[in-house]
């Protein structure tokens, strides 16, 4: 990866009934640890497409986006 090149993240927080979903890593550097369900956007995806489909990915819900609360560079 050059300098130039820019890695694109979606985070995003599952809110079902008060409860609020998260995930145990699994993934050595970060074993244990709880966090959102997030990932790199993959080609051709918006983020909203990325979101989606990393909590499926991670969760196994089908989710639907009801708000965005930052884009930051």
């Known amino acids: ?3 130039e ?3 694109i993240v979606a985070s995003v927080s599952v ?3 008060g409860e609020v979903f998260m995930i ?3 993934k050595a550097s ?3 640890l709880w966090n959102f369900p997030s990932g ?3 080609a051709g995806e918006d983020l ?3 979101a989606v489909r990393e909590v499926k990915e991670e969760t196994g819900l089908d989710v639907r986006l009801k708000v ?3 884009v930051y560079p």
Do not use: F, P, W
Request: net charge neutral; hydrophobic share 25%; charged share 35%.
């Open 40 to 42: 790199r956007r993959e």
């Open 24 to 26: 145990q890593e699994k």
């Open 68 to 70: 965005v609360t930052g």
């Open 48 to 50: 909203a497409e990325t």
């Open 5 to 7: 090149e820019n890695i």
């Open 15 to 17: 809110l079902r009934n």
């Open 30 to 32: 970060a074993y244990g």
């Open 1 to 3: 990866m050059n300098s």
